[in-house]
């Protein structure tokens, strides 16, 4: 009989996917090349893709065979997940795979912020020994407001409680009394912003949150708000976050995140105050493995139960 066939369109490590090979076959094509992913897709059973393939109703008018598409990682913005559920297809994520991967990326932002590490690093390796520019502050005592109290948002609260900090959130789904059981305040959001050190971002970008913190929400901050983005491009709007921090209104921003990436045209990764990384929240070898692991495994019970 014969098995049934597995596009893989995006690079997983062969380590996890040979565990399919008894019961699938398993083809492989660079999903970025258009021509190569038509060509291939026609025989699909099951596609497995990461975020390099995008697939829309041309990849799907291609692909009469096909019966899930697997997104080893969380985003879905490559895949057209209507037009995908009119075709019967099912779509799978992962969505918890890197959850770790960001709350600890977040943690490691904020401590780099107050204490100048990548300047610091810099100025060594340019052969000087400036300790007195690199004065920074402690974490501990500071109040830290977490925007979005989700799975991400909870696990950076448990990171940072050792930090003897004073933990806040404010998210419209979560109680008070939820909030409260972890050792978190909850407060409205104008308040939260006035009474942060540290505001850390963990809400889905979506028509609502979109410009969520922007020049009103930065007006209420205190000078010593350093503004966290490890979510989302968008959701803090970078014109007013540049503009408060160029004024020296807030004292700095981490971010993992930008409206448009790379961000070739903004101001920010250029402020002294700003620290930046390239969309890397994901970007360990636990949470890559952990995506791939439960995408094959959903794959795996779509066809064998
Ligand atoms: P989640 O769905 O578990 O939590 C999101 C929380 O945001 C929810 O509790 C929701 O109620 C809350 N929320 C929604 N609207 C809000 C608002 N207006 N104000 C305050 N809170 C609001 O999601 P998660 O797993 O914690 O992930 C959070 C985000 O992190 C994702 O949506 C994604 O954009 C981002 N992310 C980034 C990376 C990266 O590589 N940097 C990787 C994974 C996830």
């Known amino acids: 009989m014969s098995h049934p066939v597995v596009l893989i369109s995006d690079p997983l490590p062969t380590r996890l996917t040979a565990e399919l090979n008894e019961d699938f076959e398993i083809r492989q094509c660079t999903g970025s090349n258009r021509a190569a992913l038509l060509a291939a ?4 059973e ?3 893709i990461r975020s ?7 990849v799907l008018d291609h692909a009469p ?3 899930i598409i697997a997104r080893a990682g969380v985003g879905l ?3 057209d997940v209507d037009a995908a559920t009119r075709a019967g297809v099912m779509v799978v994520n992962a969505p918890v795979s890197n959850v770790t991967s960001v709350a600890e990326l977040t943690v490691g932002l904020i401590l780099s912020m107050f204490r100048h590490l990548p300047a610091a690093h810099a100025s060594v390796r340019a052969g000087e020994w400036r300790r007195a520019d690199f004065q920074g502050s402690e974490l501990s005592g500071k109040s830290i407001g977490i925007l979005g109290f989700g799975r991400i948002g909870q696990l950076v609260a448990e990171r940072l409680a050792p930090f003897e900090v004073e933990l806040l959130t404010h998210d419209p789904n979560v109680t008070a009394e939820f909030a409260f059981a972890q050792g978190v305040g ?10 942060v050190d540290v505001l850390t971002v963990h809400v889905p970008r979506t028509p609502a949150t979109t410009g969520l913190i922007g020049a009103r929400e930065l007006a209420l901050a205190k000078p010593s708000l350093r503004v966290v983005n490890t979510s989302r491009g968008g959701i803090v709007d970078e014109t007013a976050l540049a503009s408060a921090l160029a004024a020296e209104r807030i ?8 409206e448009t990436e790379p961000p070739t045209h903004s101001p920010l990764p250029h402020l002294d105050s700003v620290v930046c990384t390239p969309h890397i929240g994901a970007g360990t070898r636990e949470a890559q493995d952990r995506a791939a692991s439960t ?3 959903a794959v795996r019970n779509a066809f064998l139960g």
């Open 186 to 195: 909850w407060m409205p959001l104008d308040e939260l912003m006035s009474t």
């Open 251 to 258: 004292a700095g921003a981490a971010l993992d995140v930008f």
């Open 77 to 79: 913005d490559n895949v």
């Open 52 to 58: 390099a393939t995008r697939v829309d109703q041309e």
């Open 65 to 67: 065979r096909l019966r």
């Open 41 to 44: 897709v026609p025989e699909a």
């Open 46 to 48: 099951a596609l497995i």
């Open 295 to 297: 995408v094959l495994g």
